[in-house]
């Protein structure tokens, strides 16, 4: 049976991404070693990470006054390498939700936190917004789309002090103006790669900015001065997101990945619109495109479970939502192709049809 | 034409872990999905998880009272949370060359180092003994193989204070007596995974003695208690890591590895010793079984170029010395077939020949 991954994360890569992925475990390059098997120190695998560079650059339309950077450890570790570096005396951060609050716990161990907004009241259903931001922060550290509540920034805020992003869920998605950020991160293992690397795309007067003595691998210069390869980098996961950026520029790039985007993520809500037992938990201007959360209509929520097996047993993989919000969450990046979304909405409706 | 790989790391592995990992990315355990993009929450990485802890701590012959952990970050990240968490006043570090300066150089952020011993004075050629090791301590520090000198602990230390190693290129590849060390880590990018982990095995009584408030990523209770899975573990890089420990249990565990690897390295440093064109650089008694550095014979030395290249042609690769220490490295980790070694040492012959 063909499976449909809406699997929030480790989640979905292109086709072609696991084809020469399984090539280049068996031969890179017709080297006749493994990809898993090679210096990061050689010439194709240099060759490689230029590429994922400059593939990012160009596709994310990255102005020259900005590092890139790849690095392991995950998002997590950015969250207190973030106030590590950059947190003096006052940062803001608005709460979407765990993800927030997680790098709000970290930051809160290097200085003072304020919390400009947040969508707590309604179980982060919302992106908060009209809010003031002091100009005397170090910086606004926002997540611009959050996994576990399907919410999304559509726009790239404009701010008075450093803006500060995490981009883990969808980053390459949509078109950004990385000129109103002064970093840009995120881990690797949704539209991107595999888990086990993270981006960061930093402008380069931040890395003048770092307020504390650290730790090497802390440091944000280290990682952009030595262009990813301070310490032996995860090349694996480096491979395999070079394929997928290759793969993002073959289909027209970040621009029409949105439109495609868009058109599955209208799609799916709509039958969640329609669809008498099912509706959409977060707030219309506010859903996002990756990660689309529903739960059973009202008066039908004991259909939960036999909806949850319905579909399963017609191959939709991930469709569980988190705990905090229950019901279902179809998540629908890049590489997520539009007949599982057409698939998925074909069980509901079949599911209605049952339910009459 | 057929390829050595002697590369120093990322480094050869298994080829039936090469196997299994290009089969794993088109349908991981037929589930219809790749094992690039599962959840780690899934009861199948969790079953690969739990398999890769429990062969570890059975091929190791590991206490129960020790965790094992996996985390991202590379051994780099944990020469600074090694004292983050335990060097309250002042450490001791031996000092084997470049590994073991960063490691010190991490440790002088967070404490007083005392360097017991240091083999400095002959280029890291040897492992100093015999050195003191004052009991008010907070743990001793020691890199139990250098991959860049060719040095190796022969035996466990007898310690009064916590013994640390940094194990990242020899663990697995000979007997240890886990008890004697308080905390064991090493990047898996040698014998174990490709690029992208790394192992903690840590005393459980180590855990209650976290020095200081730490970030939540840094400290070692992160993840012992949460079994690995606090954040996105490095899931493909675990996967191969298993199907590696499989690999070695199936050949007869570390004993019989440590027969292959003592059966390997002598083939080589015997023909170092007959062959008049090399001599090795490392004192004998401290000759790593993982890493076999030599340099061309007193009189020979304008013959390097011509050796590599003449290696070179015939399928050796990465067997260029570290800028450190000059002429060549053969790195022999577990993976390596005695087929390499036995090819390495015809071509030191047959160049022998054509140099007579």
């Known amino acids: ?26 031969d890179f390059n017709g080297t006749g070693l493994s990809i898993l098997s090679i210096s990061h120190r050689t010439k194709d695998f240099e060759d490689v990470l230029a590429s994922a560079q400059s593939l990012m650059r160009e596709l994310l339309n990255i102005p020259e006054n900005y590092h890139i950077y790849f690095v392991g450890g995950g998002a997590s570790t950015q ?45 982060f259903c919302y992106i908060p917004k009209g809010f003031e931001i002091p100009a005397d922060l170090d910086y606004l550290y926002i997540c611009t789309n959050n996994t576990i509540y399907g919410t999304q920034y559509k726009e790239d805020i404009d ?21 109103k950020y002064a970093l840009i991160y995120g881990g690797a293992q949704k539209n991107l790669a595999p888990a086990g690397v993270s981006f960061v795309i930093v402008r380069d007067d931040m890395l003048t900015k770092v307020v504390r003595e650290l730790p090497t691998m802390m440091n944000v210069n280290t990682h952009a001065e030595n262009n ?16 997928t950026l290759k793969w993002i520029k073959s289909i ?10 868009v058109e599955k993520a209208q799609i799916l809500y709509d039958e969640i619109e329609r669809n008498t037992l099912f509706r959409a938990t977060v707030d219309k201007a506010d859903r996002s495109l990756m990660n689309i959360c529903f739960v059973m209509a009202e008066g039908k929520e004991d259909l939960a479970a036999d909806f949850l097996k319905f579909a399963t047993e017609r191959g939709m993989v991930g469709i569980k939502g988190h705990r905090l919000v229950g019901g279902f969450r179809a ?26």
């Open 1 to 26: 049976m063909k499976k449909h991954n809406f699997s929030a994360g480790p989640s979905i890569l292109p086709e072609i991404a696991y084809q020469n992925a399984a090539k280049a475990i068996l």
């Open 228 to 243: 990813s390869m301070f310490n032996t980098p995860p090349v694996f996961p480096i491979f395999v997101m070079n394929e």
């Open 159 to 179: 701010s008075p002090v450093p803006l500060i992003a995490d981009m883990s869920s969808d980053i390459l998605s949509r078109p950004i103006d990385v000129s």
């Open 79 to 123: 969250f207190f390498h973030i106030p590590a570096n950059f947190l003096a005396t006052k940062a803001g951060y608005v709460n979407t939700g765990v993800w927030t609050k997680k790098a709000i716990k970290e930051a809160k161990y290097y200085g003072q936190v304020e919390i400009l907004a947040t969508s707590e009241d309604r179980n």
């Open 252 to 261: 027209g790039g970040v621009e029409a990945m949105y439109k495609i985007n």
């Open 331 to 356: 998540s629908c990046y890049n590489a997520l192709p539009k007949e599982s979304v057409e698939a998925l909405v074909a069980c509901m409706q079949e599911f209605e049809q049952l339910h009459k």
